[in-house]
């Protein structure tokens, strides 16, 4: 037994149950553990949850990163951070349902070591939106990039509550979808309000 397979499990009963409804004694009867081996591994339920979110934000850093190192105008470039995170999300469903929902549960002093992660994953799209402002490609719609940033940010992560493997739509076509609407809008070219 090791670390990553507590985390699999706790994430998998954190999304199912939440994170206060779950127990250590859950995590451990998923891992095959005595309660007291358990803590041989990790020392509490706060550690678990600072340890996913950390885990889930390793991720989509690390592939955001990888869409701003593309050589591509900030318009394709942020089209294409779009389709990887909502891929991600889709990829690491549980993980995702945890970073998005259970955030809220970190005790002050374990929140205090998330925000810096949690800073430098929101930095990755103000940057993206900066650079086509900047550049031109983009309008200057908000009065600052985090507004813009926090609001697609928000569109993209309540797909969890309504996403459906099994639906109508894939992850891509979502994806595909939010990033035609945040890149063009809802008007037509030959609207008389465009």
């Not at 002050?108 to 810096?116: G, Q």
């Not at 992660?117 to 550049?135: N, V, Y």
């Not at 797909?159 to 809802?186: C, H, K, N, T, V």
């Amino acid at each position: 037994m090791n670390k990553d397979q507590i985390l699999e499990a706790a994430a998998q009963i954190f999304s199912t149950k939440g994170y206060h409804a779950a127990s250590m004694q859950d995590i451990a009867n998923a891992v095959h553990l005595q309660k007291a081996s358990l803590y041989h591994h990790i020392a509490g339920k706060q550690e678990i949850l600072l340890a996913l979110l950390d885990k889930a934000l390793d991720v989509l850093i690390a592939r955001l990163e990888e869409v701003v190192a593309l050589s591509l105008p900030p318009d394709e470039k942020l089209r294409q951070a779009i389709l990887t995170y909502m891929q991600t999300l889709g990829e690491n469903r549980e993980l995702a349902a945890v970073l998005l929902l259970e955030y809220r549960s970190l005790k002050p002093e374990y929140l205090e070591r998330h925000i810096p992660r949690r800073d430098r994953f929101e930095r990755i799209w103000r940057t993206l939106i900066d650079d086509g402002i900047r550049s031109g490609v983009f309008a200057e719609v908000c009065t600052d990039s985090a507004l813009a940033a926090r609001a697609l940010l928000g569109v993209m992560n309540w797909s969890i509550f309504w996403y459906r493997p099994d639906g109508p739509l894939s992850m891509q076509s979502i994806a595909a979808d939010f990033a035609e609407l945040f890149l063009s809008g809802l008007l037509t070219r030959e609207s008389p309000h465009g």
